[in-house]
Nanobody, 117 residues
């Protein structure tokens, strides 16, 4: 079983920055993609950024240029550096781990990011 624990959310003013972290624990197989999704009130959960174990990244268009995802494979930790935050970035941010071969999918409980105008 895999457990994902997010940290780093909080309240920030527009234009500010936050760094989210997600630590995975349990039995972690090396071929995986870790990343971040977000869900604003009344909206569906959407991709923010994902990064493969090989370091390839994919970003949502709405955050491209403002967010950078990185990971430490030795500690099974993924990060999301968010800069130039906007009020529309306000959401619960969820960490995700997906295994490449089995497709098994795991979620964290989420961390709230609130951006004030």
């Amino acid at each position: 079983q895999v457990q994902l624990v997010e940290s780093g959310g909080g309240l920030v003013q527009a234009g500010g920055s936050l760094r989210l972290s997600c630590a995975a624990s349990g039995t972690i197989f090396s071929s995986n993609t870790m990343g971040w999704y977000r869900q604003a009130p009344g909206k569906q959960r959407d991709l923010v950024a994902v990064i493969t174990s090989g370091g390839s990244t994919n970003y949502a268009g709405s955050v491209k240029g403002r967010c950078t995802s990185s990971r430490d494979n030795a500690t099974n930790t993924v990060y999301l550096q968010m800069d130039s935050l906007k009020p529309e970035d306000t959401a619960v941010y969820y960490c995700n781990l997906k295994y490449t071969f089995s497709g098994a999918n795991y979620w964290g409980k989420g961390t709230l990011v609130t951006v004030s105008s």
